[in-house]
C-alpha cells in the first residue's frame, strides 16, 4: 500500500482511500473528517464491509460509477446508527442497520441516505448483514422479478460459488427450483452442493453445453444465471428450452459476450438484464422489502450469508486481490 498523500484537520476517522485508479496495491490507509449527516442521511459507525467483485473495478476506473477522488470501495455495510440528519424519523441513535453506499464503506464511520438502509434483526449478526444487500439482493432481484423462476423449474448458475453465484443457488433451492452449479473447480462446486445444489458441472473439464444438454434433458434448462460472460454465456443460452430466461448480471471473465440473436428468436427466450443499483433507484418499497425479507431469511438460517474470511481494515487491499484471483467462495468482510 502507498502511504497517504493528504492529511485532514479536525475530528478524523481512519478509511482505505482511492486517491488515483489503479490496483488494490495503489489504495492508502488515511485519515479523512469525521462525517456529519446531511438532511437525509445518517452517520453510522461501520461494523461489517461486505466486499464485491465490482470493487476491484470502482478501484481501476473500469465500473460504470466513478466517485470523486479520494473515495473508498465498499459498497454495501452493517453497522450503528451515530447521528441522523435532519428529517430523519425511521432511525436513531444506537440502531443496528444494514444497507448500500455504492462506494464509501471500507471507513470506520460513513455517512448515508437514510433510504439506503434497514433494521438488523436481533438473530443476526453484523458480518452476515453486511453480505446481504446487494449480493443476495441481485440474486433475489434476479430470480424474482426478472426471471420470475418458478417452482420445480431448472436453474443453471454460472460462478455458482462466488458471492452473488452462491447467493443464485442457496435462493433458487429456498424457490423449489433444481439449481445446477456451475463453476471452475471441484473444490467450488462440492462447496455449491453443500449450499442446495442438486446437480454440478466443472466448465474447466466439461464441455458446458454438452453438460447442460445433458443434466436439461428433452426440454433444456429454464433459467441460466450468468455473473460471468466471456466464453460460457453463449453455450449457457444455447441450452435454454423453449420460453427460457437468461440472466446478465455481469462479466467477471472480463469479456462482454455478443449473443446470436437467433437463439432468442429460436427459442422464444429472454435475455434479461439484471441491474440491482438501477432497481433500487427504481423500487425503492420492493427493495426495502426484499432486504429485509433477506435478512430474516439468513436470520432464520434459511440462508448462510457465508463468509470465507474477515479482514481488518489495513488488509482491505489483500481480500480485493483474492477477488480478483478467484480465490473466494461466498464472501469477504472487511471490519473497521
Ligand atoms: N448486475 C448487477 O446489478 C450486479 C450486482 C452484483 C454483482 N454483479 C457482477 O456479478 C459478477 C460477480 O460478482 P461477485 O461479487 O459475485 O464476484 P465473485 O464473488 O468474485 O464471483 C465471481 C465468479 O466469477 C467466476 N469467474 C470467472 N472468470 C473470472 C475471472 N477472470 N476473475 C474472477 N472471477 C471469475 C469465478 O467463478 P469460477 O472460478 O467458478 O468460474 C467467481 O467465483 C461481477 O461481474 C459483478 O460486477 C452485477
Redesign the pocket.
Known sequence: MRPPSFCSRGPTVKAILCQRFGTPDDLVLGDISDPTPAPGEVVAKVVAVGL???DT?IIAGKYQTKPPFPFSPGGEFAGVVESVGAGVAAFAPDDRVMGYTNFNAARERTAVPADNIVKIPADLDFDRAAALT??YG?AYHALQHRALLRASETLAV????????LAAVELGAVMGARVIAC???DD?LEFARSHGAHEVVN?QKENLRNALKRLGGEHGIDVVFD????AYSEPALRSLGWEGRHLV??????DIPKLPLNLVLLKGCAALG????AWVRHEREQYKEAIERLARWCGEGKLSGHIQQVYPLSETPKALKA??E?K??GKLIVRP
Open positions: 464485491n467483485f465490482f473495478l446487494i449480493t441481485t454460472l460462478g455458482a460459488s462466488g458471492g452473488v453465484g463453476a471452475s473447480t467450488k466448465y455473473p460471468v460472460g466471456g448480471v455481469g462479466f467477471a471473465a472480463g439484471v441491474f440491482w443499483g477477488l480478483a478467484r473466494v467462495m
